[in-house]
């Protein structure tokens, strides 16, 4: 079967620096998406990784590594609103998005 | 309109009721999904379309079907609502000019099903 494992729930302070992992097993692998959700809102798009490397983007940061089904978004500076809940996602061989639970991020003062 | 939007914000209903989802968007894009988001759970696919006139099968397609007429617009009817689709549900597109396969969303709607 196809699945994606992330953690649940993550808490972090304001100004440092957050790592959430993202592990996957899928048929086939055409990209892994990472995506960003405001409780009672819509996801929106952060980054997209296709090949083995670290893509960055201001303050955040994706890794992929596609050898060990592995991927992590990096957050730096965390603000306030970064508190939101993290998906990762991964395009599989039918070019469908199989979804992680996603991980809730708190981020306190 | 710009972007993708979705219609009601928010229904309850009866079980036993027909209701239909409504989605439209103004990218142009050829792709258009629609996606259950449940506590504790990841999205999962409903129905997709990869262009107009198609439509496919996703995770989770029993009790709901869908019709892609046109580009702009993807519809997702409950043909008799049960209790278990009560859920937020995401229609999403794709396929447009910078195409690295990024889905879209539309800000959902909140369905509760007595």
Known sequence: GQNIDQPTEMTATEGAIVQINCTYQTSGFNGLFWYQQHAGEAPTFLSYNVLDGLEEKGRFSSFLSRSKGYSYLLLKELQMKDSASYLCAVMDSNYQLIWGAGTKLIIKP | ?114
């Open chain 2, 1 to 114: 309109i710009a972007g993708i939007t979705q219609a009601p914000t928010s229904q309850i209903l009866a079980a036993g009721r027909r209701m239909t989802l409504r989605c439209t968007q103004d990218m142009r894009h050829n792709a258009m999904y629609w996606y259950r988001q449940d506590l504790g759970l990841g999205l999962r696919l409903i129905h997709y379309s990869n262009t107009a006139g198609t439509t496919g099968k996703g995770e989770v397609p029993d009790g709901y079907s869908v019709s892609r007429a046109n580009t702009d617009d993807f519809p997702l009817t409950l043909a008799s609502a049960v209790p278990s689709q009560t859920s937020v549900y995401f229609c999403a597109s794709s396929g447009g000019e910078r195409d690295n396969n990024e889905q879209f969303f539309g800000p959902g709607t909140r369905l509760t099903v007595l």
